[in-house]
């Protein structure tokens, strides 16, 4: 079964440091790997994309890195602002365009000023 | 237009009546999604349509959940006799089918919030 997981489920962290979220998926094959960030109130808005052949992804202060091997994908923040508390998803599509995308469901990060 | 749009963007009913919600995707989109969110909660997968395809509806909560999908365009998420469990925010998205790295991502409306009195 097609599975996206994502770890932690909240956290929080003082302005200024950085931070690493973990997504692990069980798709096989894939397309590509997606992080999206959702701000409150809104709808999410995609972060990075990487297909199965990269490895890193920066996007800013958001850099993501995806290990084909072990299936897993990290997104990490630098130097966190106020305006980075969202939620992020991870986002994996199947090499099929018979098969839907797989969501995670999220991590909720908050900026403490 | 050039997003996914939502309707209502909010909605307040009372308990026991049957609401519609509506999506319109991106315009040339076969694939459309309907997720629900709950207060602080993640993503919850309802409903999957592409194409001609049968839907899949695996995610529906219960038979009072239905969803349909005009003309591979538009798409209507109804819910009946709603209860308050039923209040979240409802998001659509949708995604230009085909393979390759780049049509798969996935557009989202701004979400239709829900609350059932």
């Known amino acids: 079964k097609n599975q996206v997981e994502q770890s932690p489920q909240s956290l929080i962290i003082l302005e200024g440091k950085n931070c690493t979220l973990q997504c692990n998926y069980t798709v096989s094959p894939f397309s590509n790997l997606r992080w999206y960030k959702q701000d409150t109130g809104r709808g999410p808005v995609s972060l990075t994309i990487m297909t199965f052949s990269e490895n890193t992804k920066s996007n800013g202060r958001y850099t993501a890195t995806l290990d084909a091997d072990t299936k897993q994908s990290s997104l990490h923040i630098t130097a966190s602002q106020l305006s980075d508390s969202a939620s992020y998803i991870c986002v994996v599509s199947p090499y099929s365009s018979a098969s839907k995308i797989i969501f995670g469901s999220g991590t909720r990060l908050s900026i403490r000023p | 237009g050039a997003g996914v749009s939502q309707s209502p963007s909010n909605k307040v009913t009372e308990k026991g009546k049957d609401v519609e919600l509506r999506c319109d995707p991106i315009s040339g989109h076969t694939a459309l999604y309907w997720y629900r969110q709950s207060l602080g909660q993640g993503l919850e997968f309802l409903i999957y349509?592409?194409?001609?395809?049968?839907?899949?509806k695996s995610g529906l909560p219960s038979d009072r959940f239905s969803a349909e999908r005009t003309g591979g365009s538009v798409s209507t998420l109804t819910i009946q006799r709603t209860q308050q469990e039923d209040s979240a925010v409802y998001l659509c998205a949708s995604s230009l089918e085909g393979r390759g790295p780049m049509n798969t991502e996935a557009f989202f409306g701004q979400g239709t919030r829900l609350t059932v009195v």
């Open positions: 349509f592409q194409g001609n395809s049968a839907p899949d």
